[in-house]
């Protein structure tokens, strides 16, 4: 792993893939780009590693909320901030910078949850890491919720909207990051703001769509 600059994001800097690390070939499956694995989806800690390294790329979800975290740090300001399936770190990583009173980030993929480390400590920011999937118990005592790319599957959606929705009911304030995957709520987001941000798979000068930061509101 190399440690370099985030595109779109050269306040941050992750340990992240490339071409001689021989990890993109772990994301692929029967020749396409797999979706992320679904938080809650482990292998015992004694068996195989089945889930690719998606922690080893900045996704454009988790890009457009750090971005807007940076640009807008009163967003977290002095606040108690969840990063959930926080992957990299990179968006607890950004409020952290942003000024957040304490980041926790939940992740849990153990090497995932080591990178998680390594980036924290690598860009000078403390970030209290959570190994196990949350989403089925009460949130944590937190103010703001933060989920980049936690749609691209019905399964875990199905999970993740009722967390989210027992967050609000606990007036924690929720913040979505997302390109537009299959999954997304959208009936339920309020558009804050958009920008164009790289995806994993995009060809550096490629033309690139824009991803939005959403408020969750109630049903």
Known sequence: ?????VRALPEIRLYASHPASGLWRLTHQEGQTAEPEEEGT?????GP????PYWAYAWAGGAVLARYILD???SVAGLRVLDLGAGSGLVGIAAAKAG???VLASEIDRNGVAALG???AANGVAITIVGQDITAGPPPPVDV???GDLFYGQDLADRVIPFLDRCLAARINVLIGDPGRAYLPRSRLRLLAEYRVPDVGEAKGAAMKPS????FEPE
């Not at 939005?212 to 408020?215: A, E, K, L, P, Y």
Request: no cysteine; aromatic share 4%.
């Open 1 to 5: 792993m190399r440690i370099a600059p």
């Open 42 to 46: 482990e292998a015992d800690a004694d």
């Open 49 to 52: 590693e089945p889930q690719p």
């Open 72 to 74: 807008r740090p009163e």
């Open 100 to 102: 957040a009173r304490e």
């Open 118 to 120: 390594l980036n924290a």
């Open 145 to 147: 919720v933060a989920a």
């Open 212 to 215: 939005g930061i959403f408020s």
